[in-house]
Each structure stands twice: as structure tokens, then as C-alpha cells.
């Protein structure tokens, strides 16, 4: 009797351990904060992924709609599987991943960025954050975690040649948009052709506002600041707008031999002037407001004749679009000052650009704040300066970015990097706060 009643608690144990472990193998959303991605893999990717359109300085020239850039959607298509997720390219050629939630009335949780470079890219830029958003699904599906909403991992398509993929998810990809040329040779219709979209069915793959819970973008910073403050994640307070001008100023070109200094009506010169305005404009005032002339043109261009005609440009980033009207505004004046001085006529042409400012949303900011603090990461807020896909998504959703460091500033070069360890660090932060707005974290 004894013997039978000491076989049959263990006989019990047995079964609850079993049950334990097989029955309920699923990580719960209390385990979750636990999670972490493969460092290793992630890396791996990234050196994979940098295979396709490889360039002879070390980084990728796959620009959108290129064979490169095919064959790299191939390879991300692949790992989204793995991670066991169901694949779908939109109209727009968009590569949308999805995982299924508890609760198929809620909106999607949508993350991810792009995988197309600049020609002459590196091998970061994008692809960070899109093989960063399938390491995050394959995590879950490893550990078997549901979660209550849908998640859907997004490659979008065409990033550099003006955010073609998230522009058409929010139905604004215009018809002229279309007929523009890329870099691969073809127009942005025959690429998205090209790339398993439909250019005349643009309508299905918009994304009305409640269709989606929030996005989620993982990126590296493109600048230097992260690495010179010794700082782990960026979180984006949002995306800069951007204002072109081209600035014509008018003198008169004459001979540069016999007009005397105090005759002469110097176009370039006023020019100079102007350009030292601009930059003391730009800092006269606190804030991370940037200015910049960056290209010049001066007739006739001898150089023995004054110079009569020049066009130049303006550029004003900043994340309010009050701060560049009022900034532009101060220029004007100072542009007046310098041609009653220099006797030139000078005048703006706004260039549109359509960036307009967007910011992240304050309470996505602090979960991603509070994400990076509980992994023991440092973190500030910080703009960003150059253009993201999220600056779309923010219209139709609250939406966050993450950045992580690259190495001496440099982006849009093969000399990009970014360690295995901050790109790891940045997809964990990603991990936990999909987790933790799944959880409820935004209400
Ligand atoms: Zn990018």
C-alpha cells in the first residue's frame, strides 16, 4: 500500500511536469519581458542580405526595382516564412509579413522599414530595421508566444526614391509620382510591376486611420550624435520637414578688368553674403534647426567677368514648420539688407518637397523610453533629420521610431556600420514595446 501510494505521487509529478512543459509550452506575456533576439542571427542577416547588389566599396547599390533589389525582396520574403509568417506583396509592392492575433477585431501592430539603398549605399540603412522586425516575429513564433493584436512586418518598397510604399499605404501616391523615372531605369509604375504590385489597383493597399494600431520603425541614426554621447537608442520625437528654395540674385556682368570696386554690381558676391546670413540666421536662435546652401551656379562663370547672374539654394530642416517660416521670414530681410548693399535683386522660389514635419506619438515615445530603460540601455530624444517611412505612417497612426548608433555619423555610404550589439540592442527595444502595446500600454 505504501509502495503504491509513493508510485503514484510520483506518477502525478510526472504528469504535471509533463503537462507543464508540453501543454502549456507557450511563453506568457509575464515571460516575455525575457525575450531577446539572436544577436548572431540578426548579424548573419545583415552580411546576407548585403550579398545582393554588393558593391566594389563594401556596401550595396541595390536601388528599388533593380535586379538587386529583387532578388533582396527574395531573401526577406524567405526569412519572413521562417519566422512563420504569412506573406503578401500589396499593390503598391509593399512586402507585408503577417502574424495572427488572439483577437482578429483588432488592428494590426505594423513595424519594419525598407531594404532599397541609395546607388552606392551601405549596408544598414533600411535593412536594420527590416531584418530587426522579422528577428522581433521570429522570436515569438520561437517561443510561441500569441499575442492579442495581428502583427504585421512591412518592407516597404521604393524608400529612397521618395517613400513610394508608404506613401501609396496612405492613398497618396499621386499619378504623376508614378510616371517619374528611378534609378533602376524604370518609371515607378513598370518597378512596381517589376515587383509584384499592381500601379492601377493603388487603392487596395491604402490603410485607412483605425486599420492600424500603431508603427513601429527600428533605423539606424544616419548622424553622429549617439556615438559622440556614448548612448545606446534614439527615440525620434519625429521626422524634420524640409523647405527648398532656389534663390536667384540678379547684378550685372561687366568687365572685370575696368569696372572699379565701387561700381560693380556683384551677384556672386551678394551671394556670399547671403550665404554667411543664412547660417548666422539659423543659429541666432536656440534648437536642432538646420540651414544649408549646398549648391551654386554662378553666369557667366569666367573668370574675368563679374558676375551677373546667380542661382543658389536653400534647404531649412526643422521638426516645426513655424520655426522654418520664421526662420525664412529673417532671411528674406536679410536678403533685403544685402541687395540694397550690393545694388542685386534677389528672389526665393519655393521647390515643393512634401515633407512636412511629422512627429512620433509623446505616449508611443515613452513606452520606448521605458522599453530601453527596463533592457539597461541609455537613451535621449532626439529628432530625426533625415526622411523615414514612419513620417507617412504617423498619418494614419501613432507611430515611433527607434534609432541606434552608426558608427562616425556616416549613412548613404558603403562606410556605413552599425555593431551587432546596437542593432540587437535597438530590435529588443522594438521586441518589448510591441509587447508592451499589446499588452495595452497605449490606452
Ligand atoms: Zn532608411
Known amino acids: 500500500m505504501r509502495k503504491f501510494s509513493i508510485f503514484f505521487w ?109 546607388p552606392n549605399g551601405g549596408n544598414y540603412d533600411g535593412d536594420v530595421g527590416s531584418i530587426g522586425a522579422i528577428e522581433c516575429a ?16 512591412v518592407v516597404f518598397a521604393d524608400e529612397e526614391g521618395g517613400l513610394v510604399g508608404s506613401r501609396a499605404m496612405i492613398g497618396e501616391l499621386t499619378a504623376e509620382a508614378l510616371a517619374v523615372k528611378s534609378h533602376s531605369g524604370k518609371t515607378i509604375r513598370e518597378g512596381i510591376r517589376a515587383i509584384g504590385g499592381d500601379p492601377d489597383k493603388l487603392a487596395e493597399a491604402v490603410r485607412r486611420k483605425g486599420d492600424c494600431k500603431i508603427f513601429l520603425e527600428l533605423h ?26 532656389d534663390v536667384t540674385i ?29 547660417n548666422k540666421v539659423v543659429t541666432s536662435v536656440p534648437g536642432r534647426q538646420v540651414g544649408t546652401v549646398g549648391r551654386i551656379t554662378a553666369e557667366p562663370g569666367a573668370p574675368n567677368v563679374i558676375p551677373g547672374k546667380v542661382i543658389m539654394s536653400l534647404e531649412l530642416r526643422d521638426l516645426s514648420s513655424e520655426k522654418v517660416n520664421s526662420l525664412f521670414q529673417t532671411i528674406q530681410e536679410e536678403a533685403k539688407n544685402i541687395s540694397q548693399k550690393t545694388g542685386t535683386k534677389i528672389s526665393f522660389s519655393s521647390i515643393p518637397t512634401n515633407s512636412i514635419p511629422a512627429l512620433t506619438d509623446e505616449c508611443v515615445r515613452k513606452i520606448i523610453a521605458e522599453s530601453a530603460r527596463d533592457l539597461g540601455l541609455s537613451f535621449k530624444l532626439m529628432p530625426s533629420g533625415a526622411g523615414h517611412d514612419a513620417q ?15 558608427a562616425g555619423g556616416i549613412s548613404h555610404s558603403p562606410k556605413e556600420y552599425t555593431k551587432p550589439e546596437d542593432m540587437a540592442n535597438g530590435a529588443n527595444v522594438l521586441l518589448q514595446t510591441i509587447l508592451k502595446i499589446d499588452q495595452g500600454a497605449l490606452e
Open 138 to 153: 521570429q522570436v515569438l513564433h520561437e517561443n510561441n508566444l500569441a499575442t492579442h493584436h495581428p502583427l504585421e512586418v
Open 392 to 406: 507617412d505612417m504617423a498619418r494614419i497612426a501613432p507611430a515611433g521610431m527607434i534609432f541606434v548608433p552608426s
Open 220 to 245: 539606424i541614426e544616419q548622424g553622429g550624435i549617439l556615438v559622440s554621447e556614448h548612448l545606446n537608442i534614439g527615440v525620434v520625437e519625429g521626422i524634420v520637414g524640409i523647405k527648398w528654395w
Open 10 to 118: 510520483w506518477a502525478a509529478l510526472a504528469v504535471v511536469l509533463f503537462v507543464n512543459t508540453h501543454v502549456f509550452a507557450q511563453t506568457t506575456h509575464h515571460d516575455a519581458i525575457n525575450l531577446r533576439v539572436n544577436v548572431k542571427r540578426l548579424e548573419q542577416r545583415i552580411l546576407a542580405l548585403a550579398e545582393f547588389g554588393k558593391n566594389p566599396f563594401g556596401g550595396v547599390s541595390r536601388v528599388a526595382f533593380s535586379e538587386a533589389d529583387i532578388q533582396g525582396r527574395n531573401y526577406v520574403i524567405s526569412l519572413m516564412r521562417e519566422a512563420g509568417l504569412k506573406v503578401k506583396i500589396d499593390a503598391a509592392g509593399n512586402i507585408i509579413g503577417r502574424r495572427e492575433g488572439r483577437d482578429p477585431k483588432l488592428p494590426s501592430i505594423i513595424f519594419g522599414s525598407h531594404i532599397d539603398s541609395v
Open 250 to 278: 540678379e547684378g550685372f556682368a561687366n568687365h572685370a578688368g575696368t569696372t572699379p570696386m565701387d561700381k560693380r554690381q556683384d551677384a556672386l558676391l551678394a551671394a556670399a553674403q547671403l550665404i554667411i546670413a543664412v
